[in-house]
């Protein structure tokens, strides 16, 4: 029997036809029954990355580095009229009595033109403000010379990621003056009297990265701690302990040292990453002594 060949590829063209109908409409039906909403957001998500460039894991600690530090800082607002006021008086003390004589960091000669040294003084004071001299405060104490200001404060060598502490509040000139570079100044006052309103105006002013506590400057701040740098601005006999303690590893601490009725010598100590601690001393100095627990310790001493 002869083999129907035309009749056969009619056959196999109509079978033909109706699989690739069936293949169309069973398509159409899972279409109609699956949402494409997560195959799509899939789409987007992939295509997001690929039009990225690849993160530098440097860079992007780097930026996370700034951002922690630019969200933790909390820098002096310089938006009290005292600030615009005096400037060229501060900045011929800046140039006649501190740069002349051998301060040259740019970042303290801005502090000192910064600060409204006028407005750390009594009122009767005023108009000496910005001489070449330290001027009474109150209650046996002073405001220190603006050259020994700019003079420690360089020794210091400070930074913006800084934390420093401050035994000897005062007015609260050299906490201002340290907190225009530091991030971070923690100051000290024995006198209660002098400590509040020191607070009060450093808080007017906007020195908002400035803490003041009254108390005992001997026992530093040990929750605070521990310090980048420390700055004493009242004469001891001794170097406390508990602040060479406090002083982390590189860091560096000034203060003078000597008798409150005789020689005194303004001292920088510093202490290296294993924990020793050198001195080295400055040049001679005149300040008022050094009050509480030192006292007691700098007696027992000499017994």
């Not at 990621?161 to 530091?182: H, K, M, N, P, W």
């Not at 605070?224 to 060479?244: C, R, S, W």
């Not at 001195?279 to 050094?290: D, G, H, I, N, T």
Request: net charge neutral.
């Amino acid at each position: 029997m002869g083999t129907d060949y035309p009749r056969l590829v009619k056959k196999w063209v109509y079978v033909s036809i109706l699989l690739v109908m069936l293949v169309v409409l069973s398509r159409g039906i899972f279409t109609r029954t699956c949402p494409m909403k997560p195959e799509l957001g899939f789409l987007a998500k992939t295509e997001n990355k690929s039009s990225e460039q690849p993160a530098d894991p440097n860079q992007l600690s780097e930026q996370k580095q700034e951002a922690a530090k630019e969200k933790g800082k909390r820098g002096p607002e310089h938006t009290h009229p005292a600030f615009s006021q005096r400037r060229h008086e501060r900045e011929e003390m800046v140039a006649e009595q501190i740069q002349s004589r051998g301060v040259n960091s740019r970042d303290v000669l801005n502090a000192i033109e910064t600060v409204p040294r006028h407005a750390f003084v009594r009122a009767r004071d005023s108009s000496s403000a910005y001489d070449d001299r330290p001027l009474p405060i109150g209650l046996g104490q002073t405001i220190s010379q603006p050259y020994i200001v700019g003079y420690m404060t360089e020794a210091l060598k400070l930074r913006p990621d800084f934390r420093i502490l401050e035994i000897g509040t005062g007015s609260g000139y050299q906490a201002a003056v340290c907190a225009e570079i530091a991030q971070e100044v923690y100051t000290i006052e024995i006198i209660k009297e002098l400590a509040e309103p020191a607070e009060k105006r450093l808080k007017d002013l906007g020195y908002n990265n400035v803490s003041v506590k009254a108390g005992d400057g001997y026992f530093g701040w040990v929750e605070k701690g521990p310090f980048d740098a420390i700055i004493i601005t009242a004469a001891a006999g001794l170097v406390p302990p508990p602040l060479v303690k406090q002083l982390k590893p590189d860091g560096r601490m000034i203060l003078p040292l000597g008798s409150p009725f005789g020689a005194q010598t303004l001292v920088l100590i510093t202490k290296d990453n294993k924990g020793s601690v050198q001195s080295k001393s400055l040049l001679p100095v005149q300040f008022v002594p050094m009050v509480g627990h030192i006292t007691e310790v700098e007696q027992s001493s000499q017994k």
